[in-house]
């Protein structure tokens, strides 16, 4: 790790983003967007920190109709606090043609109202919301991908570009302390938000996932529905020194994607949500385009790799807004071995 701070001061966001406007890695836009990004999680993170005193805990709707996603998942009231803010924090900023997120249909393009400008935003702005009620960290998941020259009012097919078009992804996890990590294609940078000051500070330059890991994540309570190669690769992480894999491995699972691919990206690991029999017809469970695709970005940008078990997940082509896949990310030795399994397997 290099050092975080330049002469002894600290190094804001903003100062940081000017130096990589300046560096060439962003564009004035892309630098006042991700600013405007950073602003919506610091609201979402006061209204996350309020907990129960706040009202703001519980299902959205009225009392006994709680109100659906397109998915028909029960949205929490914060989910829809959380995209409201970041909607209303994006619409009039003049450097967004449209926006997408995991709990509206369809993408919305910017207003007329507003002048539009060359990027499309996606986000899922609540990830791990099950986890609100019982005080577990949840966080905010972002993707930055350019607008197509000469759409001026873009519809949802103009979202559908693979991962590799990412040109800034991120999260903000809500936990003991509120963090923002971000890439802009030039390593993967961890801010902390200095609650006093009210800004995020940058305290890890260029975070580097260890190569190799001996700790897994996935939610165990579904192996009976995995296909043949993830029970076999699981089941030969599980057998330890003694099986073919010759180490012990250890388990964590928060059922948080922020908080378990920010241990991740801290310490190393590899977190997977593979496909089951239960979400086989829908692709997997977690999104491609607002949770896999950011955190794939983040992920290869310290040194880890991403894949659906069979390809590298940044090269997947979306078919649909809100796309399912597998996912396997993290330490690049541990992925590239659970990929293996599922390869030789087909
Ligand atoms: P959400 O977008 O509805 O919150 O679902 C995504 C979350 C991830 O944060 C987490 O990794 C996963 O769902 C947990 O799933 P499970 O409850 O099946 O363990
Ligand atoms: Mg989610």
Redesign the pocket.
Known sequence: HTSSTAGGSPVSLTRFLLEEQRAGHVSADLRLLIEVVARACKTISIAVGKGALGGVLGDAGTPGVASMNIEG?AQKKLDVIANDVLLEANAWGGHLAGLAS?EMDHSQPIPDVYPRGNYLLLF?P?????NIDVNIS?GTIFSVLRCPDGVTTPGDEHFLQPGTAQVAAGYCTYGPSTMLVLTVGHGTHAFTLDREVGSFVLTTRGMTIPEETKEFAV?M??QRFWEAPMQRYVGDLLTGKEGPRGKDFNMR??????A?VHRILTRGGI?S?PLDSKCRDKGG???LMY?ANPMSFLVEQAGGAATTGRMRMLEVQPTGLHMRVPVFLGSRREVEAATAYHLEHD
């Open positions: 998942e995991e899922d609540l990830d791990g919301s099950s949840v939610n309570s579904n699972w928060v059922a948080s994607m922020v378990d977190f949500y469970k977690l999104r949770e």
